[in-house]
């Protein structure tokens, strides 16, 4: 009696694809994953770049100053202050959200400088990395931009 070859794939050859697929992605993965981690920390340089070059400048030409952070800090852009001067030469909003870095969490922004008070920025904004917390090394190194 013959058998008819129903098409269908046999459990050990299953098995073999699964494990070769297993493989591959433990070799490739950790450099795939590390190079999304390199991908976020330069989208996230640009992104700190482009604010600081855009809606923090902007705010700087009409106001005359870049938002203090006795004033409210970043939220002076989506919202009127409150310092008479301020409000007069206002002309927000500027955004209509606060930006976030690439792991979506918040910038820290100080205007004056309160961690590189050393180097004669005018303003810094910080990103904590990927872990959200100050400090670390690689993904997880903090981001800093000054003026």
Excluded: C
């Amino acid at each position: 009696m013959k058998l008819k070859n129903s098409g269908a794939f046999t459990l050990i050859e299953i098995l073999i694809v699964v494990t070769i697929i297993m493989t591959l992605v433990a070799v490739f993965g950790t450099r795939l994953f590390r190079t999304g981690a390199r991908a976020n920390v330069m989208i996230t340089k640009t992104s700190m770049e482009n604010f600081k070059n855009g809606e923090l400048t902007q705010y700087s030409l009409d106001v005359g100053h870049y938002p203090k952070t006795s004033e409210g800090g970043l939220q002076a852009l989506i919202t009127r202050p409150t310092d008479p001067q301020v409000r007069a030469n206002w002309q927000g909003p500027y955004m209509d959200k606060l930006p976030t870095d690439a792991w979506k969490n918040e910038y820290e922004y100080n205007s004056p400088p309160v961690r590189h008070k050393d180097r004669g920025w005018k303003l810094e904004l910080i990103s904590y990395g990927a872990n959200g917390m100050e400090g670390g090394d690689g993904a997880d190194a903090d981001i800093v931009v000054g003026l």
